[in-house]
């Protein structure tokens, strides 16, 4: 499992290709993928960005599978986007908390967040931005232009500065040390910004932001594996870390199993850093998770997927188990099996149903594109 060399296509699109059309097809309101993306990317709410993070994921999935322009141009509109609609923390007169001289946004939801600046929420996005980075830093775009070259540059400033730094001191200040907010409480919370680390550890000159996410790599990468626990031949582990101990990570009240939506989000870290190299991970582990996935999570009866990482039913997710699109499907990339499991599992309703028919279909696509 390689991160795939991305080609030369230049402004070629195929229109033909079916993750086009779905992307430009309207819906039954006459609102296309494209339009709802750039409409979230464009509302200064960072409880948006939770959502976005799925279109984010599907066009870093296809640029991969293609090289087209096309789809680079797609991503930039977007992180353009979030970017210009950033405030100076400060001078967001709405805002409860923090007010300090940052670049952010607030979240407009009618929860406990409301008018409230949250790492959550950008780190839904911001670790696919940094993965996109990555992607491209050394593609025919950056060469194409001298401009493009500055966004690339730039754009990495930005998330140095005004996502990384940011959050990095805001923790020392709420919790005397700089990892709380990153690590959290829970694996797939801390999922998201390891992730971003682990890009921003690979791209980034400066020598402490280098320092910092490695120490948080490795800070994750103890929690998660006190975690992981072996049944059978696969991985089961808590949502709530295990043992905090030696960490900066916050400690539960209760030990929660992981429900399979949200263990998305650890699967693509661990992809992810197993990919990148990172020697905490090998080819072992996504053996297990594959085991998971397919002898303890998938219901081949029903051809639908249960609601825990330990095959348990949940009373408060109910059928969320069938979201499996930002994380477990990439473990297809390295097992026939699963990827049978994945196509038939396409026929079903399931997509539709928990909007995720983008992020699967552009994931598959580039699996089954590279084989």
Request: include cysteine; aromatic fraction near 14%.
């Amino acid at each position: 499992m390689t991160v795939s060399c991305l080609s030369q296509n230049e402004s070629v699109i195929d229109k033909s290709n079916p993750i086009y059309a779905m992307y430009n097809r309207p819906n039954k309101n006459g609102i296309t993928e494209e339009q709802m993306a750039w409409d979230k990317s464009r509302s200064g709410n960072a409880f948006d960005f939770m959502a976005l993070r799925k279109t984010i994921d599907a066009i870093n999935a296809i640029t991969q599978a293609t090289g087209e322009r096309y789809w680079i141009n797609q991503q930039v509109v977007l992180i353009n986007n979030l970017i210009q609609t950033s405030q100076i923390s400060s001078d967001i007169q709405e805002n409860l908390i923090f007010r300090d001289e940052f670049k952010s946004w607030i979240s407009l939801a009618n929860n406990d967040t409301y008018h409230k600046e949250v790492p959550l929420y950008e780190s839904y996005s911001f670790f696919y931005i940094m993965q996109f980075l990555y992607l491209i830093r050394n593609s025919a775009w950056i060469e194409k232009t001298d401009n493009n070259k500055v966004w690339w540059t730039n754009t990495l400033a930005f998330i140095e500065k005004h996502i990384w730094t940011k959050w990095y001191e805001r923790s020392f200040s709420s919790f005397k040390n700089h990892y709380r907010y990153f690590l959290r409480s829970r694996t797939h919370m801390g999922s998201h910004w390891a992730g971003l680390a682990l890009y921003l550890n690979a791209l980034t000159a400066n020598t402490e932001i280098k320092s910092q996410t490695a120490f948080l790599i490795q800070q994750y990468d103890t929690l998660l594996k006190r975690n992981l626990k072996v049944r059978q031949g696969g991985y089961i582990w808590n949502s709530t870390y295990d043992n905090v101990e030696g960490t900066f990570a916050g400690r539960s009240s209760e030990s929660l199993i992981q429900d399979v939506s949200h263990g998305n989000h650890v699967v693509s870290y661990i992809i992810a850093a197993y990919t990148l190299g990172n020697k905490d991970w090998t080819i072992d582990d996504i053996k297990r998770l594959s085991f998971t996935l397919k002898e303890i999570i998938y219901d081949a009866q029903s051809n639908r997927f249960r609601d825990n990482v330990d095959g348990s039913a949940s009373t408060e997710r109910t059928g969320r188990g069938n979201f499996v699109a930002d994380g477990w499907v990439k473990l297809a990339a390295c097992n026939e099996e699963i990827k049978a499991i994945f196509q038939k599992f396409e026929k079903t309703g399931m997509l539709k149903k928990y909007n995720q028919e983008l992020q699967f279909k552009a994931n598959l696509y580039k699996i089954e594109r590279n084989k």
